[in-house]
């Protein structure tokens, strides 16, 4: 599947440009490592430090420990006890040892319903937590695939439920193309350290609901916002446009991430064995193609807008880091899948923005937001919390489109590390 030598003057083969994304990752991880503290990870500010009265969250201390274990699966010093200090706080202070799950912030404080998104992060980083061979990953993980076999995934509608109520009593009536995103991810992670396939089917069983189904009767624009049966909510938070979540209308970013995902899942069931639809491919370049058309330049500056309305106008016109990274690796995944030259512009594009505009030389990191005069802002997200998804930028494009990102870092040497689903079920 991979076809550069199509492109023998990729960036993609350049020993140079090897060298400037695994510089640029080690730069970001030493920006990152500031963000410990007892109960697991929390959000920097602008100068990478920590706020007063800054608190660890399970969405950060999960991102840390899945990004601090893809480091030391590297050979990057110092990240091992970084890994294990996050697998000790999710199943300690942020883990609910009286009904199960995960809470938000440690011990349940202020809101402790128990949320797909974040479960799903738990997985992911507890998969990678064991590929990197961390003490308590194994039993992280247990916990992790019962509480989304249990609780989260719906046999029946092929996805996750979205929410619930700290006792699992009370469900919300919302389903969320966001969380089960994340949960595809998860799931290709889980497909390779358990050896289990069932994983990719439900990942296909997700992408067939949302991008085959949604996306593609929309022009390949993502469909966010559903009822409890599945039924698509256009006008979802028409009223609150610049939500983090859960925004109105379209969000561009995401139709980068669901483009490279279904390709990690296109090679990840060939790999296993598993037929691979040729819709897989057909939506990455269908939601790729639209989100560039429709984002890049859309209110006539440079970059990638945040939203869109239905008619394709910008809603929220700041740029945000991650969907820059999102881009940059569905650029990269579809160049390495198809070979063809649009990918290998639009990737040099991305980059060239990214270096002019995001990268924080002086301060560190990437500014997390810019405006919609393309500088520095935080009216959406201040500070610079996340660790994720630019160091998942600079992997992405030198690794295989399968196995997981993990797991191809691991190699050979850590297959001794995969457990028989049985143990977990």
Not at 109 to 115: H, Q, Y
Not at 242 to 266: N, V
Not at 370 to 391: C, E, I, V
Not at 405 to 419: K, P
Request: charged share 20%; net charge negative; with cysteine.
């Amino acid at each position: 599947m991979d076809n550069l030598e199509l492109l023998p003057g990729s960036w993609l083969n350049a020993p140079v440009h090897a060298a400037w994304l695994q510089a640029e990752g080690l730069r970001l991880l030493a920006f990152a490592k500031a963000s410990l503290l007892p109960d697991g990870f929390a959000a920097l500010d602008a100068q990478g430090q920590l706020p007063p009265g800054a608190v660890a969250q399970t969405l950060h201390t999960t991102r840390m420990t899945h990004s601090f274990a893809l480091a030391h699966l590297q050979g990057v010093p110092g990240c091992l006890p970084l890994v294990e200090h996050g697998v000790n706080a999710l199943r300690g202070p942020l883990q609910d040892a009286r009904d199960g799950g995960w809470f938000a912030q440690p011990r349940g404080l202020g809101d402790n319903s128990k949320a797909a998104y974040l479960h799903a992060f738990v997985a992911l980083a507890a998969s990678s937590a064991l590929v990197a061979g961390a003490v308590g990953a194994q039993g992280l993980l247990v916990d992790a695939i019962r509480l989304l076999e249990a609780r989260f995934w719906s046999e029946e509608q092929g996805a996750l439920r979205e929410s619930f109520s700290r006792d699992w009593q009370q469900s919300e009536a919302y389903r969320g193309a966001n969380s089960n995103m994340h949960a595809t991810e998860a799931f290709l992670a889980l497909a390779d350290v358990t050896g289990d396939t069932v994983w990719l089917e439900r990942a296909l069983r997700i992408a067939q609901r949302i991008i085959h189904t949604h996306a593609a009767a929309n022009d390949y624009r993502v469909v966010e916002h559903f009822d409890v049966h599945w039924q698509a909510q256009p006008q979802y938070n028409h009223d609150k446009p610049a939500d983090q979540f859960r925004p109105y209308g379209t969000t561009p970013g995401h139709a980068f991430e669901w483009a490279r995902l279904l390709l990690h899942l296109e090679a990840a069931r060939k790999l296993a064995g598993l037929e691979a639809p040729g819709w897989l491919l057909g939506c990455a370049r269908g939601l790729f193609d639209s989100a560039c058309r429709d984002a890049w330049q859309a209110d006539g500056n440079r970059g990638l807008v945040y939203t869109l309305d239905w008619d394709n106008q910008p809603v929220v016109r700041q740029r945000l880091h991650w969907v820059h990274a999102e881009a940059c690796a569905a650029a990269a995944a579809l160049l390495r899948r198809t070979g063809e030259a649009q990918y290998e512009r639009w990737y040099r594009c991305f980059w060239d923005f990214i270096d002019g505009h995001f990268i924080d030389l002086q301060a560190g990191s990437w500014h997390h937001e810019l405006g919609p005069d393309n500088r520095p802002a935080a009216s959406l997200w201040p500070g610079k919390p996340d660790l994720y998804h630019a160091y998942q930028a600079v992997l992405l494009p030198k690794a295989p489109l399968a196995p997981s990102l993990a797991t191809a870092l691991g190699g050979e040497c850590n297959q001794t590390l995969t457990f028989a689903h049985r143990f977990v079920t």
